[in-house]
T-cell receptor
Framework: EAQVTQNPRYLITVTGKKLTVTCSQN?????MSWYRQDPGLGLRQIYY???????DKGDVPEGYKVSRKEKRNFPLILESPSPNQTSLYFC?????????????FGPGTRLTVT | TQLLEQSPQFLSIQEGENLTVYCNSS?????LQWYRQEPGEGPVLLVT?????EVKKLKRLTFQFGDARKDSSLHITAAQPGDTGLYLC?????????????FGKGTRLHILP
């Protein structure tokens, strides 16, 4: 079954404790992306990757890191989480075809930073 | 800053009625996607429009891309409770950044039985 998986689904942590949210896709997609979704602000792109070893900043990259060492995996790293990073996070993947991005989304990770 | 503005933000109508929601921008996009999101889940792709003036139909849903590729609309005929959800539009390829994607804030649709 074609899918994007994220782990964990729920996470409560404390300020400053490094964490990683994993994302994996089994569709051989070149493009992968991380978003956060907040009430009143909608979905905002954090980072994206056009292919292995190619990453770029989205609209809200501050406080986040990503890596793309393998095509299927795109982890999101919060080196020193802060309460303003409490949010619902989505990973997504897509084929890249002439600026047409038909994204498949993971189930989401609800992060609370206290 | 590029923006995709969706209207209305909220819409609550009776089953059987028709409705249209809009996605507007001052920027030209190479393509626009429409997604539907249920509570607690990730968005699910409904359709992609690419060509200016393009119309696509998905059962009772009709999607249109503006001639100038700056706006799009979603029309639902005879809405049903199963259509309830958050409808999002997303665009790529604006302002010379083909690879950066932006989303509108969405239209939250509630169909009353």
């Amino acid at each position: 079954e074609a899918q994007v998986t994220q782990n964990p689904r729920y996470l409560i942590t404390v300020t400053g404790k490094k964490l990683t949210v994993t994302c994996s896709q089994n569709m051989n997609h070149e493009y992968m992306s991380w978003y956060r979704q907040d009430p009143g602000l909608g979905l905002r792109q954090i980072y994206y990757s056009m292919n292995v070893e190619v990453t770029d900043k989205g609209d809200v990259p501050e406080g986040y890191k990503v890596s793309r060492k393998e095509k299927r995996n795109f982890p999101l790293i919060l080196e020193s989480p802060s309460p303003n990073q409490t949010s619902l996070y989505f990973c997504a993947s897509s084929f890249f075809s002439g600026a047409v991005y038909e994204q498949y989304f993971g189930p989401g990770t609800r992060l609370t930073v206290t | 800053t590029q923006l995709l503005e969706q209207s209305p933000q909220f819409l609550s109508i009776q089953e059987g009625e028709n409705l249209t929601v809009y996605c507007n921008s001052s920027s030209v996009f190479s393509s626009l996607q429409w997604y539907r999101q249920e509570p607690g889940e990730g968005p699910v792709l409904l359709v992609t429009v690419v060509t200016g003036g393009e119309v696509k139909k998905l059962k009772r849903l009709t999607f249109q891309f503006g001639d100038a590729r700056k706006d799009s609309s979603l029309h639902i005929t005879a809405a049903q409770p199963g259509d309830t959800g958050l409808y999002l539009c997303a665009g790529a390829g604006g302002r010379n950044r083909d690879d950066k994607i932006i989303f509108g804030k969405g239209t939250r649709l509630h169909i009353l039985p």
